[in-house]
């Protein structure tokens, strides 16, 4: 398949909402694609709007680093429920290189997906798999990490950013 090209923020394809993947749609080539543009970062997650694809699609594989491959890919995914403990972490973004932030998020998340073959998937996520869950449905969404900073830490980290890729 083919490694993409990952947009970099402040790309402003990176602040659209994405389209919902319409019914019977074929991914298998963008998936495969966007698997191989992530594990080739190498990140953990990749969405659709971060390779240029302004559809409900991301792809993630939380593990692979520590281990075997086990490639997802989400299709219109959604967040059903969410829990009210939030964790802070540090993540980092293919989208926004060198700059990891401290972000918190619910630690578990009920999530609901098409796979390729259009079956439909309802899960809990816990720990990182939910972290990079949002992360990446942040993105369908729009968002960025940059999004869920405090005004003054957006700033700072912006500006780390922004001379990171001079």
Known sequence: MAVLEVLHWPDPRLQQVCDPV???ADLRG???DML???????GRGLA?????VMQRIFVMDCDWKEGVRA?????????????DNLVGGVEGCLSIP??????????SVVMTWLDLDGQHHRREMTGFEAKCAQHEL?????????????PDDRTRLEAAYKEAQQ
């Open 138 to 150: 942040d993105h369908l969404n729009g968002k960025v990490i940059f999004d869920h900073l405090s």
């Open 22 to 24: 319409p019914e019977g």
């Open 30 to 32: 963008l998936a495969a």
């Open 36 to 42: 191989d543009t992530m594990y080739a970062a190498p």
């Open 98 to 107: 060198d700059v990891p932030m401290d972000v918190s998020r619910p630690a």
């Open 48 to 52: 659709g709007p971060q390779v240029g």
């Open 71 to 83: 490639p997802q890919v989400l299709i219109n995914p959604e967040i059903v429920s969410a829990s």
